[in-house]
Nanobody, 127 residues
Framework: QVQLVESGGGLVQAGGSLRLSCAASGRTFSRYAMGWFRQAPGKEREFVASISWSGVSTKYGDSVKGRFTISRDNAKNTVYLQMNSLKPEDTAVYYC????????????????????WGQGTQVTVSS
């Protein structure tokens, strides 16, 4: 069982930056692939980024590639999402998710692959 708590959301102007954090409980955090998803009002939850156990493998959604960076610190049981060059269309609730995976290098873009979810943190980008 893993509990996830996101933080770091807020209001920022277009072109600005934010760093989201997701703190996880549990002793096996280092054996979970982690992902970030987002959901804007009236839209489906969208894949943003994912990272494998050690961080050796990462994936990004096309709309954030080159602007967002996912990372993790297994000693702190925390995964991060650095968001730069923010745009109004990045406005959404951002969710952290955990996927118990069998091996490193694995991480998924698929929402249903993730077993555990946080409550989300709101990011609002003004134009």
């Amino acid at each position: 069982q893993v509990q996830l708590v996101e933080s770091g959301g807020g209001l920022v102007q277009a072109g600005g930056s934010l760093r989201l954090s997701c703190a996880a409980s549990g002793r096996t955090f280092s054996r979970y692939a982690m992902g970030w998803f987002r959901q804007a009002p009236g839209k489906e939850r969208e894949f943003v980024a994912s990272i494998s156990w050690s961080g050796v493998s990462t994936k990004y959604g096309d709309s954030v590639k080159g602007r967002f960076t996912i990372s993790r610190d297994n000693a702190k049981n925390t995964v991060y999402l650095q968001m730069n060059s923010l745009k109004p269309e990045d406005t959404a609730v951002y969710y952290c998710a955990a996927d118990p995976s069998a091996y490193d290098h694995y991480n998924s873009r698929v929402r249903d692959a993730y077993d555990y979810w946080g409550q989300g943190t709101q990011v609002t980008v003004s134009s």
